[in-house]
């Protein structure tokens, strides 16, 4: 009885893993809390440690922020 568990649960865990749409993504980001600080997404727990000095609570879905171009105003000529 304990076998069938056991190849059950691999299977189903096996399932869960190989899906045909999307594969499954083991590490997005991490929540990152600080004693004095509120709660930030990071990229890592490494970036959350060493960088900030907190620890990682949650996964959490991490984009990078983007770089925004400067915009150039024209010169009024009077």
């Known amino acids: 009885m304990r076998k069938i568990l056991i ?3 691999l299977l189903a865990g096996a399932a869960l ?3 045909a749409s999307t ?3 083991a590490w997005v980001g991490c929540s990152c809390a600080t004693l004095n600080k509120a709660p930030v997404c ?3 727990p490494a970036t959350c440690t ?3 000095g907190g620890a990682c609570v949650l996964p959490c879905d991490y984009t990078p922020a983007k770089v925004v171009k ?3 105003h ?3 000529m009077s």
Do not use: I
């Open 7 to 9: 190849v059950a649960g």
């Open 17 to 19: 893993f190989t899906t």
């Open 23 to 25: 594969p499954a993504q």
């Open 42 to 44: 990071v990229e890592g």
């Open 50 to 52: 060493l960088k900030m």
């Open 70 to 72: 400067a915009k150039r």
């Open 74 to 76: 024209k010169k009024k």
